[in-house]
């Protein structure tokens, strides 16, 4: 394992009363891809957005525990939670573009976070690694929306591509799109790895196993068993992984 | 049994039928009257000289129809009551579905809908006896009845209106758009700014023109805080008189029916009913809009 980037220290979460994680402990490793699998309601999502604080937004919302980054708790006192989203970014389930022309997609976060950039070679820069360059090239200032769900996608990591950030986190990113498009994500991913630490959510296991480094198998809240992809695919420790993976439920 | 349900599916189907005639059949009755009182006013004065004139002078030798003051009333006080709605409308809608914790927004909303449903009556006294008296302490040489007030009573009569639609517009965004944009570290001024504002555009626009709208119709308030003198200059510190202002007075007046003065105002009846009746469908069909469909 390369140093963590990301290390998470006895974290529960609740909702009012109900505990979505808990008391979960792991790290996540620098230019890796971890993959985090586990039945539907199991705390996945929960869990990610804990690493960039989207959940602040949640009312109701409580956290016991530490996330820490580049070892700063980032829920301490005097963190900024804006330049934690500039340095963990993050691609969600559904594409969800601005309302704006692809190229004011790419730009907008740089410039109100007082980026100063040579814009037009951010946007061929951040479309390019997010291999979109090609398709979009000559129809940079139409609107976003004109794109298929698997090109819009694709923009949304190019957007978070181009804030530069460490980590990327991408919640089930392909359950949205097609075969095709899935495997033109997949095939980014890899890609990208050598540039970023990507946590991936994903309810499909074949993707865990094609993309990720390690995988973190999560049931009820509770992380029940977390290794290299092949050693939880091919040896699980744990009867519940097993079972999962093979299947059994979920 | 099945015979039963049925009979009452197609009574109950056309109950409602009838309510449906019954409103269209009203509406267009309301369209004939207005139409037919308005031909006996144009048998006697030149549709050009009412649309054109400068002069609204019905009750006094020599008379007058040209309908301009009026119209320039009416935009006074649309123009005024707008200039306070939108922005404090707008702001407090940001606030309500941006800022707001869930419980204030539990105790805000139903205040909105008691000042919507206050009767205007009684936001005229308020106009008259609160208002009036304290721009007077800032325009000294302010009039007893003025526009300013008027307007300013007429913005604070739509301003629930206003603010819940608005309100519904950027709750009508979807959630997703926020967490893209906070995702990427925006602080919530440049979200709203930049983000929910655009995205919005064309529910505020509706919104707008549907406040307009309802500002054009308001009467008693207008009439018991702006006065009854129609005017074509422009000065909201003076009275003036709106096109509702003028069909309440002919009607509490004692013109007898059938004159050319009670005719009158069947005429600017017309023009009011032709001018909120494109405003409503002009701010439909821009509601009918998807929100993001704007930018
Ligand atoms: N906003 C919320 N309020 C209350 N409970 C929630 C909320 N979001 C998620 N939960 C609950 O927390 C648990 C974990 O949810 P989630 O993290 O979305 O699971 P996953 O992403 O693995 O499907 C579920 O039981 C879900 O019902
Ligand atoms: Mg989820």
């Not at chain 1, 109900?18 to 539907?40: L, Y």
């Not at chain 2, 009845?145 to 608005?166: K, Q, R, T």
Request: hydrophobic fraction near 45%.
């Amino acid at each position: 394992m390369t140093e963590p980037i990301i290390k998470i220290e006895d974290l529960s979460i609740y909702y009012g009363e109900k505990r979505a994680i808990n008391q979960v402990s792991m790290d996540f490793c620098n230019n890796e891809v971890t993959a985090i699998i586990g039945p539907s309601g199991c705390g996945k999502s929960t869990l990610l957005r804990s690493i960039n604080r989207m959940n602040d937004f949640v009312v109701g919302l409580r956290n016991e525990g530490k996330v820490l980054y580049r070892d700063k708790n980032i829920y301490a006192e005097d963190i900024d939670e804006s330049e934690i989203r500039r340095n963990i970014g993050m691609v969600f389930q559904k594409p969800n573009p601005f309302p704006k022309s692809i190229y004011d997609n790419i730009t907008w976060g740089p410039k109100i976070n007082g980026y100063k950039e040579d814009w037009e070679k951010l946007v061929e820069e951040s479309l390019k690694r997010a291999a979109l360059w090609d398709e979009v090239k000559d129809r940079l200032h139409s609107s976003a929306l004109e794109l298929s769900g698997g090109q819009q996608q694709r923009l949304c990591i190019a957007r978070a591509i181009a804030m530069r950030p460490e980590v990327i986190l991408m919640d089930e990113p392909c359950s949205a799109l097609d075969p095709k498009a899935t495997f033109k994500i997949e095939d980014l991913i890899h890609e990208l790895k050598e540039s970023y630490s990507i946590l991936i959510v994903t309810h499909n296991m074949q993707q865990a196993a094609r993309v990720s480094d390690r995988t973190a198998f999560f049931y009820l809240g509770d992380l029940i068993e977390y290794g290299p992809t092949k050693q939880i695919f091919e040896l699980p420790k744990k009867d519940q992984t097993q079972d999962y993976i093979q299947g059994k439920f979920g | 049994m099945q015979n039963k349900t049925k009979f009452f599916d197609r009574s109950f189907h056309y109950a409602l039928l009838v309510f449906v005639l019954t409103t269209l059949a009203v509406t267009l009755s309301v369209v004939v009257v207005l139409l037919n009182e308005s031909s006996g006013f144009f048998a006697h004065v030149n549709l050009l000289d009412f649309l054109f004139g400068t002069k609204w002078t019905p009750l006094l030798e020599p008379k007058s129809f040209g309908i301009l003051p009026l119209i320039c009333g009416t935009f006074m006080i649309v123009i005024g009551a707008i200039a306070f709605a939108l922005p404090v409308g707008l702001a407090i809608a940001i606030y309500l579905s941006e800022f707001a914790s869930y419980n204030s927004r539990k105790r805000i909303k139903p205040i909105l809908e008691v000042l919507a449903g206050i009767p205007t009556i009684v936001y005229g006294f308020f106009a008259l006896t609160f208002i009036t008296p304290l721009l007077k302490n800032i325009f000294p040489e302010i009039q007893i009845f003025n526009a300013l007030s008027g307007a300013l009573v007429v913005g604070i009569m739509i301003l629930p209106m206003v603010a819940s639609l608005c309100d519904d517009g950027f709750r009508a965004l979807p959630p997703s758009l926020r967490e893209g944009a906070y995702g990427l570290g925006a602080k919530p001024y440049e979200v709203i700014r930049h983000i929910l504002l655009p995205a919005s555009t064309s529910r505020i626009a509706a919104t707008l023109i549907l406040a307009i709208s309802r500002a054009i119709g308001e009467t008693m308030a207008v009439t018991l805080a702006a006065g009854a003198t129609p005017n074509l200059s422009f000065n909201f510190l003076d009275s003036i008189q709106t096109m509702t202002a003028y069909i309440v007075q002919v009607s509490l007046g004692d013109t007898p029916a059938n004159s050319i003065e009670y005719q009158s105002s069947y005429a600017v009846g017309l023009v009011l009913f032709i001018m909120t009746f494109f405003m409503n469908v002009i701010g439909n069909l821009v509601l009918a809009k998807k929100p993001l469909e704007a930018m």
